[in-house]
């Protein structure tokens, strides 16, 4: 008869998976907001000049 062993983590295991799933989504979030202004161009979305909006308001 064969025995094959079931699938095991054992918690230390399942803690570092753990930890290196939130270092990643961390990252990425970091990495996205690092580069926002340039996510957006590549959407057509051009930025907003808050300078030129405060000039006419003061008219």
């Known amino acids: 008869m064969y ?3 079931l699938p095991y983590l054992d918690p230390g295991s399942g803690s ?3 930890q290196l799933l939130l270092a990643a ?3 990425l979030g970091v990495a996205v ?3 926002w202004t ?3 161009g590549w959407f057509g979305i051009k930025p ?3 300078n030129e909006d ?3 308001e003061a008219k």
């Open 16 to 18: 570092f998976l753990i």
């Open 38 to 40: 340039k996510i957006k």
């Open 48 to 50: 907003k000049n808050d």
């Open 33 to 35: 907001r690092a580069s």
């Open 54 to 56: 405060d000039d006419d």
């Open 3 to 5: 025995f094959a062993p």
């Open 25 to 27: 989504l961390l990252g």
